[in-house]
C-alpha cells in the first residue's frame, strides 16, 4: 500500500494538522511541551515534521531524535538542522532516552499497539507521552469523509489496518499497562494524551 500524500510531504502534513486542531493546535502542543523536563532527552517516534521540536522544546534545551519512517519527513528535518533518522518501529532498535514521545501515530499499530507501547516504555528512563486522536474523519458515519480520513492518512512502513481508536478502547489500552501514570483530553476534545512512567524512573 503506498505512503499516503500527507507523510510525504511536509507542507501538506503541516497545513492538515492545522485543519484539524484548528484553534487549539498550538493548546496541544503546549500540553505535550509541559510534560517534559527541561534538558531532557527526547526521543520523538513518528515525530513527522519536527514541529514540536522547533517551536516548542528547543528553548527547553532538549536533546532531541526524531524518528520517522518517511524519508521526505526526515530529509525535510535534516535540513532544518534536526537531529532525525528513519526508523521502523516494528523492526528498529529503539534508542534509550529521558522521554520517548508519540504523537497522533498509535492507530498505525493497531490491532498490535500494545506491543508498541511496551517497546516505547523499555526505552523510557523517566516517561512515555503519547497523544491519540478519539475522534477521526475515518470514523465518520459519512462514507465519503470515512474513505477521505483512511486514504490521506496512510503511513511509510508497515502495512497497516485503517483501524481508529476512540475514547474507551485507547483507555482501555494505556489502562493495560502497570506503568500507566495518568490521561486527558487535550484541548478541543480531539485527542487523549497518556503519560506513562519509564522503566527506569
Given at each position: 500500500?503506498?505512503?499516503?500524500?500527507i507523510?510525504?510531504?511536509r507542507?501538506?502534513?503541516?497545513?492538515?494538522?492545522?485543519?484539524?486542531?484548528?484553534?487549539?493546535?498550538?493548546?496541544?502542543?503546549?500540553?505535550?511541551?509541559?510534560?517534559?523536563?527541561?534538558?531532557?532527552?527526547?526521543?520523538?517516534?513518528?515525530?513527522g515534521?519536527?514541529?514540536?521540536?522547533?517551536?516548542?522544546?528547543?528553548?527547553?534545551?532538549?536533546?532531541?531524535?526524531?524518528?520517522?519512517?518517511?524519508?521526505?519527513?526526515?530529509?525535510w528535518?535534516q535540513?532544518q538542522n534536526?537531529?532525525?533518522?528513519?526508523?521502523?518501529?516494528?523492526?528498529?532498535e529503539?534508542?534509550?532516552?529521558?522521554?520517548?514521545?508519540?504523537?497522533?501515530?498509535?492507530y498505525?499499530?493497531?490491532?498490535?499497539a500494545?506491543?508498541?507501547?511496551?517497546?516505547?516504555?523499555a526505552?523510557?528512563?523517566?516517561?512515555?507521552?503519547?497523544?491519540?486522536?478519539?475522534?477521526?474523519?475515518a470514523?465518520?458515519?459519512?462514507?465519503?469523509?470515512?474513505?477521505?480520513?483512511?486514504r490521506?492518512?496512510?503511513?511509510a512502513?508497515?502495512?497497516?489496518?485503517?483501524?481508529r481508536?476512540?475514547?474507551?478502547t485507547?483507555?482501555?489500552?494505556?489502562?493495560?499497562?502497570?506503568?500507566?501514570?495518568?490521561?486527558?483530553?487535550?484541548?478541543?476534545?480531539?485527542?487523549?494524551?497518556?503519560i506513562?512512567?519509564?522503566?527506569?524512573s
Open positions: 500500500m503506498p505512503q499516503s500524500l507523510y510525504s510531504h507542507t501538506v502534513y503541516h497545513v492538515i494538522m492545522r485543519v484539524l486542531y484548528g484553534r487549539h493546535f498550538g493548546e496541544r502542543y503546549t500540553a505535550i511541551a509541559n510534560e517534559v523536563p527541561s534538558g531532557a532527552q527526547v526521543i520523538d517516534v513518528c515525530a515534521d519536527g514541529y514540536l521540536y522547533l517551536k516548542y522544546l528547543r528553548a527547553k534545551r532538549v536533546t532531541y531524535l526524531a524518528l520517522d519512517a518517511s524519508p521526505q519527513m526526515v530529509a528535518a535540513r534536526i537531529s532525525a533518522q528513519l526508523f521502523d518501529v516494528w523492526r528498529d529503539l534508542p534509550t532516552g529521558d522521554c520517548v514521545i508519540m504523537q497522533a501515530s498509535l498505525q499499530f493497531l490491532p498490535r500494545d506491543r508498541i507501547i511496551a517497546k516505547l516504555l526505552a523510557a528512563r523517566d516517561r512515555v507521552i503519547i497523544t491519540e486522536p478519539i475522534r477521526n474523519i470514523a465518520s458515519n459519512n462514507p465519503l469523509l470515512a474513505w477521505i480520513g483512511r490521506t492518512t496512510i503511513p512502513g508497515e502495512a497497516y489496518t485503517a483501524q481508536f476512540n475514547p474507551s485507547l483507555r482501555a489500552v494505556f489502562q493495560s499497562f502497570e506503568a500507566f501514570d495518568r490521561s486527558a483530553l487535550l484541548p478541543g476534545g480531539r485527542e487523549m494524551i497518556g506513562f512512567r519509564g522503566q527506569h
